[in-house]
């Protein structure tokens, strides 16, 4: 081998080094959680009619900026209708939220990370952070986020913030009730048990039982996203 | 042969007139942006469903003129195309206006542009926004960068600050396209083709813009400029067409073939709409398909107004190319569930029209009249202009 | 220029030079110690930190919480902005004074619910 | 005691600072421009000469046409100086305007850029004097000094509002007792102190330094005279 020919494979080695821990970020990455936590929910579709009151409630619960223009009015938690196209299916009703993936695209995409996931595996934005440029709302192939387009009051519940005019809100599974101990405000005020939400890596937990018990799918499974909101009967 | 370049005099009646209209342009358009922030983004367009409207579509099309026109101020130092140097300047400074225009697009088009400094602060690696953001503003640096080089005569960086500069010039537009080609959650937008197709759009239409900009200028300003370079650029401009329609040849038919996304394909290529009228009017007739018939038709290629008449058809053409791109790919229904009908209170399986409002009208024609003041301004204080453009063999 | 204009000259940059003494008295504080403002202090108990210290570094303790409570998770007492407004529960003599006065805009109570006075009294007078 | 001693020593700065200008204003105002020496093109008329003036002030007409690079420093100098300044109005003005209010918002998050402004181009300067041979061999104590003088005030102030705050009530308090009459403690902070302290050294020699160029540009005879020597008759003040 030749000086010269050794300087050429010397070049192409150091660029392969430096290249793989960039293509390094290209790839996914797996969700590890400290206290072993990994938040989930299951929802049991043979169950919900509906109704629509896990959707109030969260409006009230969250501070949801709610206008009457239907283009920009704010959803966290909404209810899908879905038919089949057979003539005389049955229409379906399916609560879609943020389905808080393991890969998220909006966490991707976002340039400040004001996106992020939890240790617990449970995706949020730091509204202190976010500049409002909705690359998220593009990004997310479930709907989940919703802009503020202007200024409200949102003054429902005094004990959460609202979310100020120009940065960007979603379903957040009420981390801060999460945070102490109790249920999303969905999953609690659900009677007909709709909702369950827990532990994913506790193997005795509800949502592990439930996941485990029957047939669950997740919306748009074939994206790879590591949805952590599995659907029961979908 | 020596080229002069001069400052323009800058003092006739209807230079100043032409600065107040643009003035009043840029305050209205301010103005806008003022109201957005005041009384709420709903007085936009944009809303839920279609997060980003005609902000990005102005903000990605300046951009791709500005590569356009860097890569055309290379044309001599790089590839040696000697003729052409009389325009290096002048394209390196319409270059460096644009994205300072797409930049001011896209930062006033944020909720909260107060947070500017933070993408800096906080790099998301994984994010191509986070990319963008250095590509922008480094490629402004290398342009006047590559400016000082010239106006102070140091010929040994010229040609690797132009190599740089298209270097540049096609990652900064690449990163662009990614923008939307990394999007895999909507079918019209993911595809690799995009960064490439954003590469050749930037070509044709900013090759298109230093022509009308060339002509225009140099008449406004009595100066001489030979024929001859110009339909040298037009020789260029013809295959730049061919190559962008091919792109989006490709692009459509396969998203017409693909069972996913032929639905919505074929809704924006047949479905009689406004969006049917862009593509086929605007971005095919107008943009691809007339232009193609002036530069390649013995009879017109070589006259200049038809030149300039094709050269605005190709601006006009891409700028519907943008619009095509960002629009359609929102308005449709996010597919939750293939095969299946679905309704609810947040528009979900809703086409949603996205209404253009005069507030987003007014502040994208207030940035473009920003950066025709600052050209004006520019030429008037540097020494951009040639004298006089004359070719290569003139003294033959 | 002849003496009469120069004098009108000095006596215009006297003006400007001066006008911080000038506003003031305009405003008629001169003289007096109006211009100090009283804050208006919880009567019980300890804070986090000193009172000279939270009076100059609350914001980043205030920053540092955010960051841990939003990304980490950490929701412990002294981290809490609710915690803060158990003893601080009027945000107009406590807050605003001072920042109103020094010429500061946080952003805080733009999302989370700190009520003014105002308000208080006006939710007081609706119950 | 430290408090007694600052309210003394900035009444002296002050009263040496505008004492200082003021005759510097004087003697500026009335010195005899012996010929029409305006710098043509001139304007013919006397709102021409004070929009010159202006624009010479706020623009740096005449460094422009003769080095762009310093230019461009200096204007990045003086803006990011006047936006400094404007915002330390707050601390001179109660209630603080709405337009300062304004201003603060925005520097509450670009400030540090701002500061870094101000700060790149004054220590290109000094590295310049130091470095270019030709520049150091013309350099005295006084252009060092100003310069560092300068920076040091610009870093203790980022410090201030970046890393060592001070307690602002406790500033603004004392900077409005001083300004009427009615001294308030001084506040303990070191970096307050050292910042407080360069201030009134500045205050104090600026009417002697070269910042006084501030005020000179405005009786600069190649910019404030009206170029109508043939239609007004120009006499030597001595010669009348």
Redesign the interface.
Known sequence: MERRDFLKLGGIVAAAGAVAPASSLLYASKVESKNGNKYGMVIDLTKCDGCGECVSACRTANNVATFPDEKINNHLLRIAHVKSKFPNSQEQAIPLMCMHCDNPPCVHVCPVKASFVRKDGIVLIDKHRCIGCRYCMVACPYKARSFVFKHHEGSSNPEVPKTMHGVVEKCEFCVSRVDHGQLPVCVETCKKGVMSFGNLNDKDSQVSRLITSGRVHRVREDLHLGAKVYYLGL | MKIYFTKIDGKSKGMYALLAVLAIIAATGMYATYAMFAQGHYITGMNNQIPWGLPIAVAIYCIGLSAGSLVLSALSAVFGQKEFKPFARIAVFVAALLLVGSLLSIILDWGRPDRLMLPFLYLNPRSIFSWNGFLYSSYVFICIVYLWAMFTGRDSWIKPMGILAIIWAVGVHSGTGAIFGFINARELYHSPLASPTFVTAALSSGTALMILILVSTFKATGRFLDNRLIIGLAKLLGPFILVVLYFVTVEYVVRLYTPSTSEPTSFVLFGGNLYTYIFWVGLILLGSIIPCIILFNPMTKNSIPWIMFASLLVVIGVFCERLIFVLPGQIFPLNLFPDMEMTSDFMDGVITWYQVSVAEIAQGLGILSIVAILYIVGLKLFAMLPDEARHLDHEL | MNKFMAKIVVLIFALVLLSPFVVNAVRGVMGSSATAIDLVLPESGECVKDKEYMRANHMDILKEARVKTVRDGVRIKDYSLKNCQTCHTNRDEFCDRCHNYVGVKPECFECHHFPTSKERKERCEGN | MLSTCYTFSAYFAIVI??LG??CK??KY??TPNPLKISLTPAPTNAAGVILRVILDASLFNSL?KSNKFIWLGGCALHLALLIVVASHI???????PEL??LL???L???GI?IGAIFLAPIGYLFIRRVWVDRIRFVSIFADYFILILLFCIGLSGITMKYFI?????????FI??L????P?PMPT?PIFITHFTLILILLAYFPFSKLIHS?GIFFSPTRNQIDNSREKRHVNPWDR
Do not use: C, H, Y
């Open positions: 600072f505008v200008i003021l204003v004087w105002a009335i422009f707050r601390f001179f003005v109660s209630p603080v300062i209010m603060q918002t925005f509450q998050s670009i850029f705050r001070p307690d602002l009530v406790a500033v603004k308090t409005m007792g300004i009427s009459f009615s308030e902070n005020v």
